[in-house]
T-cell receptor, first 114, second 113 residues
Framework: DTGVSQNPRHKITKRGQNVTFRCDPI?????LYWYRQTLGQGPEFLTY????????KSRLLSDRFSAERPKGSFSTLEIQRTEQGDSAMYLC????????????FGSGTQLSVL | GNSVTQMEGPVTLSEEAFLTINCTYT??????LFWYVQYPGEGLQLLLK?????DKGSNKGFEATYRKETTSFHLEKGSVQVSDSAVYFC????????????FGQGTTLQVKP
Protein backbone atom coordinates (compact mmCIF):
# COMPACT_ATOMS: atom_id res chain seq x y z
CA ASP A 1 0.00 0.00 0.00
CA THR A 2 1.85 3.03 -1.28
CA GLY A 3 -1.03 5.43 -0.75
CA VAL A 4 -2.76 7.72 -3.23
CA SER A 5 -0.28 9.52 -5.45
CA GLN A 6 -0.94 12.79 -7.23
CA ASN A 7 1.19 14.54 -9.82
CA PRO A 8 2.34 17.19 -10.15
CA ARG A 9 2.42 18.57 -6.60
CA HIS A 10 2.35 22.12 -7.90
CA LYS A 11 1.31 23.63 -11.22
CA ILE A 12 1.60 27.25 -12.24
CA THR A 13 -0.05 28.22 -15.49
CA LYS A 14 -1.22 31.26 -17.36
CA ARG A 15 -4.87 32.05 -17.81
CA GLY A 16 -6.26 30.37 -20.90
CA GLN A 17 -3.87 27.42 -20.86
CA ASN A 18 -4.95 23.79 -20.43
CA VAL A 19 -3.68 21.71 -17.51
CA THR A 20 -3.89 18.02 -16.69
CA PHE A 21 -3.43 16.34 -13.32
CA ARG A 22 -2.90 12.67 -12.63
CA CYS A 23 -4.02 10.53 -9.73
CA ASP A 24 -2.83 6.99 -8.98
CA PRO A 25 -5.13 5.40 -6.40
CA ILE A 26 -4.33 2.55 -4.06
CA UNK A 27 -4.11 -0.42 -6.39
CA UNK A 28 -7.07 -2.52 -5.25
CA UNK A 29 -9.44 0.42 -4.82
CA UNK A 30 -12.37 0.49 -7.23
CA UNK A 31 -13.64 3.98 -6.42
CA LEU A 32 -11.82 7.21 -7.19
CA TYR A 33 -12.89 10.75 -6.29
CA TRP A 34 -11.83 14.25 -7.24
CA TYR A 35 -12.30 17.19 -4.87
CA ARG A 36 -11.29 20.83 -4.99
CA GLN A 37 -10.24 22.80 -1.92
CA THR A 38 -9.66 26.52 -1.59
CA LEU A 39 -7.97 28.24 1.33
CA GLY A 40 -10.04 28.14 4.48
CA GLN A 41 -12.69 25.87 3.00
CA GLY A 42 -13.44 22.19 3.13
CA PRO A 43 -13.00 19.94 0.10
CA GLU A 44 -15.73 20.37 -2.51
CA PHE A 45 -16.84 17.29 -4.44
CA LEU A 46 -16.20 17.34 -8.19
CA THR A 47 -16.72 13.82 -9.53
CA TYR A 48 -16.24 10.13 -8.83
CA UNK A 49 -15.65 6.87 -10.65
CA UNK A 50 -16.43 3.29 -9.87
CA UNK A 51 -13.92 1.35 -11.91
CA UNK A 52 -13.91 3.14 -15.28
CA UNK A 53 -17.46 4.46 -15.06
CA UNK A 54 -17.99 8.09 -14.05
CA UNK A 55 -21.01 7.77 -11.75
CA UNK A 56 -21.53 11.31 -10.55
CA LYS A 57 -20.43 14.77 -11.52
CA SER A 58 -21.03 17.93 -9.52
CA ARG A 59 -23.29 20.59 -11.01
CA LEU A 60 -20.50 23.01 -10.10
CA LEU A 61 -18.18 21.37 -12.61
CA SER A 62 -18.17 23.46 -15.75
CA ASP A 63 -17.73 22.07 -19.25
CA ARG A 64 -14.08 23.12 -19.09
CA PHE A 65 -13.43 20.31 -16.63
CA SER A 66 -13.19 16.70 -17.71
CA ALA A 67 -12.06 13.60 -15.89
CA GLU A 68 -11.24 10.13 -17.13
CA ARG A 69 -10.34 6.79 -15.67
CA PRO A 70 -9.85 4.74 -18.82
CA LYS A 71 -8.77 1.39 -17.42
CA GLY A 72 -10.22 1.69 -13.96
CA SER A 73 -6.81 2.42 -12.46
CA PHE A 74 -5.27 5.91 -12.65
CA SER A 75 -7.34 8.98 -13.42
CA THR A 76 -6.70 12.33 -15.08
CA LEU A 77 -8.43 15.64 -14.49
CA GLU A 78 -8.13 18.19 -17.27
CA ILE A 79 -9.04 21.85 -17.07
CA GLN A 80 -9.30 23.66 -20.38
CA ARG A 81 -8.92 27.42 -20.80
CA THR A 82 -7.98 27.95 -17.18
CA GLU A 83 -9.30 30.95 -15.28
CA GLN A 84 -7.95 32.61 -12.15
CA GLY A 85 -10.93 31.21 -10.23
CA ASP A 86 -9.64 27.70 -10.93
CA SER A 87 -6.72 28.29 -8.58
CA ALA A 88 -7.11 25.74 -5.79
CA MET A 89 -5.83 22.50 -4.36
CA TYR A 90 -7.16 19.53 -6.34
CA LEU A 91 -7.48 16.42 -4.21
CA CYS A 92 -7.86 12.83 -5.26
CA UNK A 93 -9.16 10.07 -3.01
CA UNK A 94 -9.79 6.38 -3.45
CA UNK A 95 -11.70 3.66 -1.65
CA UNK A 96 -12.70 0.03 -1.92
CA UNK A 97 -16.31 -0.93 -1.65
CA UNK A 98 -19.75 0.25 -2.56
CA UNK A 99 -20.42 3.23 -0.34
CA UNK A 100 -19.67 2.63 3.30
CA UNK A 101 -15.94 2.67 3.09
CA UNK A 102 -13.15 4.92 4.22
CA UNK A 103 -11.61 7.36 1.75
CA UNK A 104 -7.85 7.63 1.40
CA PHE A 105 -6.69 11.03 0.20
CA GLY A 106 -3.62 12.05 -1.73
CA SER A 107 -1.61 15.16 -0.88
CA GLY A 108 -3.13 17.10 -3.75
CA THR A 109 -2.04 19.22 -6.71
CA GLN A 110 -1.86 22.94 -6.02
CA LEU A 111 -2.88 24.91 -9.12
CA SER A 112 -2.07 28.58 -9.49
CA VAL A 113 -3.48 30.41 -12.50
CA LEU A 114 -1.76 33.70 -13.21
CA GLY B 1 -29.49 19.71 -0.22
CA ASN B 2 -27.11 18.15 2.25
CA SER B 3 -24.74 20.44 4.12
CA VAL B 4 -22.38 20.57 7.09
CA THR B 5 -21.63 23.55 9.34
CA GLN B 6 -18.67 23.67 11.70
CA MET B 7 -17.70 26.16 14.34
CA GLU B 8 -15.27 28.74 13.08
CA GLY B 9 -11.67 28.64 14.13
CA PRO B 10 -8.98 28.92 14.93
CA VAL B 11 -9.30 27.22 18.28
CA THR B 12 -6.29 27.75 20.52
CA LEU B 13 -5.89 25.61 23.63
CA SER B 14 -3.21 24.80 26.13
CA GLU B 15 -1.96 21.25 26.38
CA GLU B 16 -4.24 18.97 28.44
CA ALA B 17 -7.26 21.23 27.93
CA PHE B 18 -10.68 19.85 26.95
CA LEU B 19 -11.62 20.17 23.29
CA THR B 20 -15.00 20.54 21.66
CA ILE B 21 -15.47 21.33 17.98
CA ASN B 22 -19.11 21.76 17.05
CA CYS B 23 -20.59 20.26 13.89
CA THR B 24 -24.20 20.33 12.75
CA TYR B 25 -25.65 18.95 9.56
CA THR B 26 -28.64 19.12 7.26
CA UNK B 27 -29.54 15.99 5.37
CA UNK B 28 -32.46 13.93 4.19
CA UNK B 29 -32.71 10.31 5.16
CA UNK B 30 -30.03 8.66 7.25
CA UNK B 31 -26.55 10.00 6.52
CA UNK B 32 -23.27 8.66 7.85
CA LEU B 33 -21.07 11.17 9.66
CA PHE B 34 -17.30 11.53 9.73
CA TRP B 35 -14.46 13.53 11.16
CA TYR B 36 -11.36 13.87 9.00
CA VAL B 37 -8.10 15.46 10.11
CA GLN B 38 -5.38 17.17 8.12
CA TYR B 39 -2.03 17.47 9.85
CA PRO B 40 0.42 20.07 8.52
CA GLY B 41 1.87 18.97 5.20
CA GLU B 42 -0.20 15.79 5.02
CA GLY B 43 -3.34 14.62 3.24
CA LEU B 44 -6.72 14.27 4.90
CA GLN B 45 -7.22 11.12 6.90
CA LEU B 46 -10.21 9.61 8.58
CA LEU B 47 -10.30 10.19 12.33
CA LEU B 48 -13.61 8.57 13.24
CA LYS B 49 -17.08 7.85 11.93
CA UNK B 50 -20.63 6.94 12.95
CA UNK B 51 -23.17 5.39 10.64
CA UNK B 52 -26.43 5.60 12.58
CA UNK B 53 -28.14 7.62 15.27
CA UNK B 54 -26.69 7.32 18.80
CA ASP B 55 -23.52 5.64 17.49
CA LYS B 56 -20.31 6.93 19.03
CA GLY B 57 -17.17 7.03 16.92
CA SER B 58 -13.84 7.10 18.70
CA ASN B 59 -10.14 7.07 17.85
CA LYS B 60 -6.91 8.40 19.40
CA GLY B 61 -8.82 9.76 22.40
CA PHE B 62 -11.29 11.68 20.22
CA GLU B 63 -15.01 10.93 20.37
CA ALA B 64 -18.15 12.08 18.58
CA THR B 65 -21.75 10.94 19.02
CA TYR B 66 -24.30 10.96 16.20
CA ARG B 67 -27.27 12.94 17.58
CA LYS B 68 -30.19 12.82 15.18
CA GLU B 69 -32.48 14.89 17.40
CA THR B 70 -30.08 17.83 17.32
CA THR B 71 -28.53 16.96 13.92
CA SER B 72 -25.09 17.23 15.49
CA PHE B 73 -21.80 15.34 15.57
CA HIS B 74 -19.55 17.32 17.90
CA LEU B 75 -15.91 16.28 18.26
CA GLU B 76 -14.48 16.03 21.79
CA LYS B 77 -11.24 15.11 23.45
CA GLY B 78 -10.59 15.18 27.14
CA SER B 79 -6.94 16.22 27.08
CA VAL B 80 -5.35 17.61 23.93
CA GLN B 81 -1.66 17.36 23.03
CA VAL B 82 0.54 19.58 20.92
CA SER B 83 0.55 16.82 18.31
CA ASP B 84 -3.23 17.25 17.88
CA SER B 85 -2.65 20.61 16.19
CA ALA B 86 -4.29 20.23 12.78
CA VAL B 87 -7.34 21.15 10.73
CA TYR B 88 -10.46 19.11 11.53
CA PHE B 89 -13.23 18.57 9.00
CA CYS B 90 -16.71 17.28 9.73
CA UNK B 91 -18.31 15.47 6.80
CA UNK B 92 -21.42 13.54 5.87
CA UNK B 93 -22.31 10.91 3.31
CA UNK B 94 -25.90 10.83 2.26
CA UNK B 95 -28.18 7.84 2.22
CA UNK B 96 -27.79 5.36 -0.57
CA UNK B 97 -24.92 3.80 -2.39
CA UNK B 98 -22.58 6.74 -2.79
CA UNK B 99 -19.11 7.39 -1.45
CA UNK B 100 -19.42 11.14 -2.03
CA UNK B 101 -18.68 13.20 1.08
CA UNK B 102 -19.94 16.70 1.88
CA PHE B 103 -17.43 18.55 4.05
CA GLY B 104 -17.68 21.42 6.45
CA GLN B 105 -15.29 24.33 6.12
CA GLY B 106 -12.80 22.97 8.64
CA THR B 107 -11.68 24.12 12.07
CA THR B 108 -8.05 24.81 12.82
CA LEU B 109 -6.85 23.63 16.22
CA GLN B 110 -3.63 24.95 17.70
CA VAL B 111 -2.41 23.42 20.94
CA LYS B 112 0.27 25.28 22.86
CA PRO B 113 2.66 23.62 25.32
Amino acid sequence: DTGVSQNPRHKITKRGQNVTFRCDPISEHNRLYWYRQTLGQGPEFLTYFQNEAQLEKSRLLSDRFSAERPKGSFSTLEIQRTEQGDSAMYLCASSYGTGGEKLFFGSGTQLSVL
Amino acid sequence: GNSVTQMEGPVTLSEEAFLTINCTYTATGYPSLFWYVQYPGEGLQLLLKATKADDKGSNKGFEATYRKETTSFHLEKGSVQVSDSAVYFCALRGSGNTGKLIFGQGTTLQVKP
